[in-house]
């Protein structure tokens, strides 16, 4: 069964820094489109950087220039790096990616989105 587990959120103070990691485990055949998203309380999740497998970046305007995605194929694992953190930074963040992975009880191969279970930032002003 395919897990993905973040680590690395905390409390920080404004103008911090924390990276966040994602590891992916799991009869994984390949794994394509890494990203990270947040949520805050009372607010929609939203986008906040993604990777493809080739390594293309995005990012959201609101992070740009402040954070990184970054992303290892091999070892199965996407980081955040998050400098110049903000109070508005504050949010649980969490670890989305499209992988490709044989399933329990199946012989084929299946394309699904999956998402970790969180990790706490807390940015304090």
């Known amino acids: 069964q395919v897990q993905l587990v973040e680590s690395g959120g905390g409390l920080v103070q404004a103008g911090g820094s924390l990276r966040l990691s994602c590891a992916a485990s799991?009869?994984?055949?390949?794994?394509?489109?890494m990203a990270w998203y947040r949520q805050a309380p009372g607010k929609q999740r939203e986008l906040v950087a993604g990777?493809?497998?080739?390594?293309?970046?995005n990012y959201a305007d609101f992070v740009k220039g402040r954070f990184t995605v970054s992303r290892d194929n091999a070892k199965k694992m996407v980081w955040l790096q998050m400098n110049s953190l903000k109070p508005e930074d504050t949010a649980v963040y969490y670890c989305?990616?499209?992988?490709?992975?044989?399933?329990?009880?199946?012989?084929?191969?299946?394309?699904?989105?999956?998402w970790g279970q969180g990790t706490q930032v807390t940015v304090s002003s």
């Open positions: 989305n990616a499209a992988i490709l992975a044989m399933k329990s009880g199946s012989l084929r191969a299946t394309l699904d989105d999956y």
């Open positions: 799991g009869s994984i055949f390949r794994i394509n489109d």
């Open positions: 990777i493809t497998g080739t390594g293309v970046t």
